[in-house]
């Protein structure tokens, strides 16, 4: 016993991942977070039954989740993503690896206003060499791939505002972290007769040999008040954007514009104990928004560096009475990553009853009961509870990376979708939703999620999922595929 507490201790500073389902109870009865009200008018999902077999009916208890009143829900961080756009902009949030080809596997957009004639893009590109290797040198990249792109009127139009190359040189392109970084300006169409407030830019990466494309769309505004169009999150060097809404304590934090403008704005925190998303078969209505409570406020100047020590989610403006602003979210140190157990015990709600998420968050030693729970799950097999542990939690880490919104990102309807059945096959998107693709499951032909979008004044992207009950014989079985240890990717 004392080797096999040794052994799990080590998960948690690691935050694994894993999962398995017990009996009938299924993970239905788990799903304790935020009920949906209105659904937009989207058609029913797409679900198509690779075998007969449908689950049983399931019990979701349901939770009031706490939302932003008056902020109209938040946004996701973009999915890792590629479009074919716009008229129904397709965007594969992974793509499929073919071997011995470079390719890029995701790619997210920003763009900032430099004046009312142009913006500039920002973007962050993970790429992967012949070999699976992370293309992290800029000189690589350059040389394997080809950029060029085009601007629509709308998602909607294909008649063409404009269209170019980017340069692709030591100036356009760079390296961060574990991705690279791209950087180039647009000019705002001048067409005769037309004014060109807004247009859906799509960009197409080319790898040079195979032709392989990836693509982004990005909405741009050349006419913009909005303070997160001119603002956003920069590195503490005031150099490169941060493409996302969190930073840790203790983090070095500049907002700021292209010109480096020294502008004050004002702060607030509030408390953000956010619940997590319902089950996706929840269809029970939203129960009314609850206000925020404002903690405390703090004044800031725009490219100055700052320090947040405390956590919680911030909010800026330029004034007090303006309908939209900055929001970021200051987590713990380790974000993405979850390590501590009283937050390690949070994310398998997705895939546990309600009696077992009720044991666990009621234990006296978390850690032990965190054992116990993983333990009794894969039968007592340490080798499977630690693969798939970890399979589990790194969902749950890259769920925070690209979903944190005004709540981490494993809380989001995204997030929850991701943790449980990896990243979509294809990913669909217009002005107003995204919807999922899953065509690669071993018991379905073909699934479809349909997330709607909805304004937030704290995060620009935020989408919702529209439930439905249909969604039953899909959503089991892959649950009980975690609860068994059959999942250890």
Not at 287 to 313: M, Y
Request: aromatic share 10%.
């Amino acid at each position: 016993m004392r080797i096999l507490a040794a052994f799990l201790f080590i998960f948690f500073v690691t935050a694994c991942s894993t999962a398995k389902k017990t009996q009938q109870e299924r993970a239905n009865a788990a799903y304790d977070a935020r009920t949906e009200a209105q659904r937009n008018q989207a058609s029913r999902p797409t679900v198509r039954i690779a075998d007969t077999q449908r689950a049983d009916t399931q019990r979701d208890d349901t939770r009031r989740n706490e939302r932003p009143a008056d902020s109209r829900p938040a946004a996701n961080q973009p999915v890792k993503a590629m479009t074919d756009g716009p008229a129904l902009g397709t965007t594969p949030s992974m793509s499929i690896k073919t071997a011995g080809e470079w390719m890029v596997t995701s790619i997210k957009g920003k763009f900032l206003a430099t004046d009312t004639t142009s913006v500039r893009v920002y973007m962050d590109i993970t790429a992967k060499s012949p070999t699976g290797e992370s293309v992290l040198n800029p000189a690589d990249f350059i040389e394997h791939f080809m950029i060029a792109y085009v601007m629509y009127p709308d998602y909607n139009n294909r008649e063409r505002l404009g269209y170019g190359t980017v340069p692709l040189n030591v100036q356009t392109v760079g390296s961060e972290g574990d991705h690279l970084t791209l950087t180039f300006d647009i000019k705002r169409p001048m067409l005769v007769g037309k004014d060109t407030p807004t247009a859906v830019l799509l960009t197409e990466i080319t790898e040079s040999n195979s032709g392989t494309k990836a693509r982004n769309d990005l909405t741009l505004r050349f006419k913009t008040a909005k303070l997160s169009d001119r603002f956003t999150l920069f590195d503490k060097t005031g150099k490169q954007p941060q493409l996302r809404n969190y930073v840790n304590v203790g983090d070095t934090v500049i907002i700021r514009d292209v010109q480096g403008t020294s502008k004050p704005l004002f702060g607030f925190r509030y408390r953000h104990d956010f619940e997590a998303a319902s089950s996706p078969m929840n269809t029970s209505p939203r129960p009314a928004t609850k206000s925020l409570s404002e903690d405390s406020t703090l004044s800031i100047t725009t490219n100055k560096p700052f320090v947040i020590q405390r956590e919680g989610l911030y909010y800026f403006v330029e004034d007090t009475t303006d309908a939209s602003g900055i929001g970021l979210v200051v987590t713990d140190k380790r974000f993405p990553k979850l390590t501590r157990p009283e937050k390690l015990i949070k994310p398998v709600l997705y895939m546990s009853t309600s009696s077992e998420i009720g044991e666990l968050n009621q234990a006296q030693d978390i850690k032990k009961a965190f054992d116990r729970y993983w333990l009794s799950l894969m039968s007592g097999n340490e080798d499977v509870a630690r693969k798939t542990l970890k399979a589990y939690f790194d969902r749950v880490e890259e769920a925070n990376r690209l979903f944190t919104s005004y709540k981490e990102g494993w809380k989001t309807d995204k997030g929850m979708i991701y943790i449980v059945l990896g990243a979509p096959d294809r990913v669909q998107r217009n002005r107003e939703r995204e919807v999922w693709v899953y065509n690669r499951r071993a018991n379905v032909s073909e699934v479809n999620f349909t997330f709607t979008k909805k304004s937030n004044q704290f995060v620009e992207d935020h989408y919702e999922l529209v439930r439905y009950i249909e969604y039953q014989p899909i959503w089991y079985p892959i649950v009980e595929a975690w609860r068994t240890g059959a999942i250890r990717e």
